[in-house]
């Protein structure tokens, strides 16, 4: 009913912000600009023949892999602090919306600027590469679409669930940026490694343990790789190769699960704790 609306009423506060603000206009003006450079590129291959089918959806999902998740952290981390700090959220919260609006509305405001860019970034992409002649797949930008979507759900969910548990924007900024490097640029597998190490007695041991490739591929970044290369038709060429049985913590149901989780956990934390918070 009424408090169903609210958040929803938030979110489009929020895009209305980010478009008064010319963040979505910089988010889809860079993601249109590194996703028609990366299509215009890899097109042809260095002969100059058209590139396979395939080769641009490669490209873009692998430059998504880092610019999606650079995005939503940059965008969303601080939303929520930044109203604490200027003074708006005790203005909001008088009016009839609760913590769990702002909470829930930040991230749907967010997740639109960030789906706007990757939609807007593939499209051109996408007629970029049919410009320049490449075979294109359309099964597999699809896909990565998707891919790239639900990726940036999850590091929205991530960073507003730290903007919404931290006091200063410094702060948010920090550990967002932190999140980002942990789970881009994989020092998430580092963890479970340092675990067994300790374990072992300080020691390598012969074989790697299952909860060792458990822990590893709950990396969100790792299972949205996981879920791409589970669903391509015939594993595209630049996924890593998936075995015909994969082990459950590389299959669908588990990638699934993880990216859910990454979604809907920090929103749950971020959530209580500013539910705790003295504003």
């Known amino acids: 009913g009424g408090r169903a609306m609210s958040w929803r009423l938030l979110a489009r506060k929020d895009v209305g912000d980010a478009i ?3 963040h979505l206009h910089a988010a889809v003006a860079l993601t249109v600009l590194l996703f028609a450079g990366t299509a215009y590129v ?8 058209p590139a396979a089918p395939g080769a641009v959806a490669g490209a873009l999902a692998t430059l998504g892999t880092f610019l999606v998740p650079l995005l939503a952290v940059g965008f969303s981390q601080g939303v929520v602090v ?5 003074g708006d959220l005790k203005l909001l919260l008088g009016l009839p919306f609760s913590r769990r609006d702002v909470v829930l509305g930040s991230v749907a405001g967010r997740t639109a600027v960030v789906w706007a860019s990757v939609l807007a970034g593939v499209l051109i992409g996408t007629l970029v590469g049919l410009a320049r002649g490449a075979g294109l797949a359309f099964d597999l930008l699809l896909i990565v679409t998707g891919m790239l979507a639900v990726l940036g759900a999850v590091f929205v969910a991530i960073a507003v669930g730290i903007s919404s548990s931290v006091s200063t924007e410094t702060r948010a900024g920090a550990l967002a940026i932190g999140a980002f490097f942990l789970f881009v640029f ?14 072992n007695g300080f020691a390598a041991p012969t074989t ?7 822990l590893i591929n709950c990396n969100p970044v790792l299972a949205a790789w996981n879920l ?6 015939g594993g595209a060429a ?6 015909e049985t994969p082990p459950f913590y590389r299959a669908l149901p588990f990638a699934i ?3 859910a989780a990454w979604i809907v956990g920090p929103m749950a934390l971020g959530y209580r704790r500013f539910d705790r918070t003295d504003l």
Do not use: D, K, N
């Open 20 to 22: 008064r603000q010319y």
């Open 42 to 49: 890899t097109a042809r291959t260095f002969r100059g023949e």
């Open 82 to 86: 930044g109203m604490r700090e200027r």
């Open 186 to 199: 994989q020092l998430w597998t580092q963890i479970p490694r340092f675990l067994l190490w300790l374990v």
């Open 208 to 214: 790697v343990p299952t909860w060792v490739h458990v």
């Open 228 to 233: 791409l290369a589970t669903v391509l038709p």
């Open 238 to 243: 630049f996924v890593a190769e998936m075995p």
């Open 257 to 259: 699960a993880v990216l």
